[in-house]
DNA sequence: CGCTTCCTTATAAAATCCTTAAAAATGGCT
DNA sequence: AGCCATTTTTAAGGATTTTATAAGGAAGCG
């Protein structure tokens, strides 16, 4: 979830855009007056989107009077497709320049993109079945939302995940989550599983099965 | 002066790219065959221009199999217009995506936009979550105001937020500070976290989060 | 000395984990 | 098919662990 700026004199494209934004779960504040944004302001956002003509300010101006101040990606909207406007645009410090007429698909794409290579980190994630698991985040993401995982349930979901397939009685998982002294009663792990599971279905998945008299496993082939 | 590697199978469009490019002085590699990229030789790179249609591997396809492994931005060429080819392109990870034919003017603006981001990121300022650390300075900024951080709390809250995402015990938290020995009682750490939440709570954000059983992190705005 | 910062201690609050027990499901048996 | 023994699932409650909060004292610094 990200915040975004998007500043435009035209209050359809201000809603139009807002709407497309929204879509992929941003937050989209608007401001119909350049004059009116200060630099301060700008900080509290992941990315601003400026259009170039607008009367009083217009767009290469606020971004000049911004850029030293803000860090995040700035993304002009033009109709002018010359060079040189382009061009002056990123020479302003700008981040991305979208003509119109452009398409909704576009413009959320290119948005997407730059406010993913602000987090893109060297994270250790791994996707199966539907749920993605940050193991430096211990955290387990399905769909659009963060699982509200327990530690010990994270650690017998992510077991479970990392070596999906292969099956774990009750103690194996026990020792494996909570190390080598398992003095745990099995069914201390099946609540967890109960709660896994609950916690999954919200999303209509379900990927650990139960093996009749033996334990659980991930399944491998997740028919997503 | 930034190392590009250019992938394209057209040698015309290699030369004049490199042209370009190197009137801004980067340094241009080209390669013409896809399938002679390996995710190793992309790493010395500074920036990826790859063309989307290709004999043998496509842009789409490289990208693809490298992305995990390279960091670093990633444009596509192309001459396909249409928007799900570009959206596609977006998916896989790719920074910008130039569509043919295109003016050798806006092809160095981006390229140009793009090489400038990467190295704004050493700067010694950091964005997150509605607050603005100076490194030089020690402080932390929010909204309008300098936060009255002491340096232990300041030390924490910089740390947190320059890993965003990642999880921190106690332990590790007060070794990040103070260095080699961690010789101090945890609780003290929790004293602290205490206190820049209480700062924070001023200007409405709370980008700290206790993962139970584990430790702290700092938000990150999470885009999928 | 007065002040800030940091650490310690103590207590309250919260969340998790485990235990227990009953209900449901499964597989094998006659 | 029907029944039984075993295993799993579900549910609820208390015990335990972890965190939040508050207050007091030691150490550093002008």
Known sequence: MSKVLV???????????????????HLIDTEADATAVQPARCQQYDLLLLDVMMPGEDGFSLCRRIRAEVDCPILFLTAKAEDAALVQGFGLGADDYIKKPFSLAELRARVNAHLRREVRQPT???SRGG??????????????????????????????ALHAG?????????????????????SAVAEHIKNIRAKL??????????VWGVGYKWRKNSVL
């Open 124 to 126: 250790h994630t791994l």
């Open 166 to 186: 292969q099956v774990f009685t009750k103690e194996q998982l026990y020792e494996a989550v909570f190390g080598f002294e398992a003095e745990g009663d099995p």
């Open 7 to 25: 500043v435009d004199d035209d209050l359809d494209m201000l809603s139009l855009v807002r709407a497309a934004l929204e879509k992929d779960g």
């Open 201 to 210: 279905k919200a999303d209509a998945i379900s990927p650990i099965e139960t």
């Open 131 to 160: 749920v993605r698991f940050d193991m430096q985040a211990k955290a387990a993401i399905a769909g659009e939302h963060t699982l509200p995982f327990t530690r010990g349930e994270y650690a017998i979901c992510e077991h479970l």
